[in-house]
C-alpha cells in the first residue's frame, strides 16, 4: 500500500522560494497510470490543485500559478517536489501530494504539512 509524506519548512518569508518534497513509500512515480499531484487548502477555503507529474515524468501546473511552480522527481529517493516562487502570505496553507489518475481521482495523500507565509 502506497504512502505518502510531505516535508519542508513550515515557516517562509514573503518574496522567498517554498519548497516541499513527497516521499513516496511502496510506489514509485515511474509506476505506469499514476500522477502525483501536489494540492493545498488556505485557511477557511477549499482545496486547490496545484499541479502533477506523471509517470513519464512531464508535468502540469495550475494556469493561476504555473509561472511560479515547479515540480520534480528523484526517482532514486522515490521522491517528487513542489518548489513555488516569490511567495505572498495568500500562498499560506496546508500542501498536500497525492497519487491518482489522469482523471484526477485521488487514491492516496500524505497527512499535509501546513506551511505559513509571513516575516
Not at 49 to 68: N, Q
Not at 77 to 106: H, I, M, W
Amino acid at each position: 500500500q502506497v504512502q505518502l509524506q510531505e516535508s519542508g519548512p513550515g515557516l517562509v518569508k514573503p518574496s522567498q522560494t517554498l519548497s516541499l518534497v513527497c516521499t513516496i513509500s511502496g510506489g514509485s512515480t515511474t509506476n505506469n497510470y499514476y500522477y502525483w499531484f501536489w494540492i493545498r487548502q488556505p485557511p477557511g477555503k477549499g482545496l486547490e490543485w496545484i499541479g502533477y507529474i506523471d509517470y513519464w515524468g512531464s508535468t502540469y501546473s495550475s494556469p493561476a500559478l504555473k509561472s511560479r511552480t515547479s515540480i520534480s522527481r528523484d526517482t532514486i529517493k522515490s521522491q517528487f517536489t513542489l518548489q513555488l516562487s516569490s511567495v505572498t502570505p495568500e500562498d499560506t496553507a496546508v500542501y498536500y501530494c497525492a497519487r491518482g489518475n489522469g482523471n484526477f481521482y485521488y487514491d492516496s495523500w500524505g497527512q499535509g504539512t501546513q506551511v505559513t507565509v509571513s516575516s
